[in-house]
């Protein structure tokens, strides 16, 4: 049930933006509110209220952590919690380096190395840390961020991980060469469904500014 739920919402997500546009995905699925405080060669600085997530730490490549990472969140959304409630799907899916590269333990048929990967996503605005429900995997974590200054760089189509490592290393030398001091790991934020047509897809690069 819970998988017809996922199919069926990302469908929607997928068919909107790729018939309608950007616009009207925007007014279907929530994003978290900002305001953009200035703008810079190939980036904008952008202001973010408190925000909960949901997130999961995954071990592998890029792909695998970005699929598996989805799969977790989204069981826990469509009702996989304690009150087998539906939660409303957010935009974006965020994913970022969560720690040094580490070794699989767990047996597989071709056991390899792989890094940790963070993968979130955004709750909608009407819930709080105490209304949210609780997740029946122990894996899913819920925690509020503060509010953050973001350096965001927005770009379409369908990179390769080789291309997003090499964006985020051009986005911090960018935000460095504009004076701007950046914080932690470059988050990869995707709004649209794999479906979606590359040019139409809206991919974001943030990293979060020292104040």
Do not use: C
């Not at 957010?90 to 190395?113: C, E, K, L, N, S």
């Not at 979606?196 to 809206?202: A, F, S």
Request: glycine fraction near 8%; hydrophobic fraction near 45%.
């Amino acid at each position: 049930m819970a998988l017809r739920h996922v199919i069926a919402a990302v469908v929607g997500v997928g068919a909107l933006a790729a018939v309608a546009g950007p616009a009207v995905a925007a007014r279907t699925i929530e994003e978290p509110a900002y305001q953009v405080t200035s703008t810079h060669a190939g980036f904008e600085v952008r202001q973010y209220g408190p925000r909960i997530v949901a997130q999961v730490r995954i071990v592998g490549d890029a792909r695998e952590a970005s699929s598996a990472g989805f799969r977790v969140l989204a069981a826990y959304i469509f009702g996989g919690n304690r009150a087998k409630s539906s939660i409303a799907m957010t935009a974006p899916v965020g994913q970022q380096r969560a720690g040094q590269r580490i070794a699989m333990t767990a047996p597989a048929p071709q056991q390899r190395d792989g890094e940790e990967w963070l993968v979130t996503f955004t709750m909608p605005s009407t819930f709080t840390l105490a209304t949210l429900p609780e997740p029946v995997d122990s894996r899913v974590e819920l925690r509020e961020i503060p509010g953050q200054r973001i350096a965001v760089w927005r770009f379409s189509g369908a990179p390769s991980a080789k291309v997003i490592e090499a964006r985020k290393r051009e986005l911090v030398d960018r935000v460095v060469g504009e004076g701007l001091t950046p914080v932690g790991a470059v988050d990869y934020a995707r709004y649209d469904a794999p479906w979606v047509l590359p040019p139409l897809r809206r991919n974001e690069l943030w990293v979060e500014l020292a104040p």
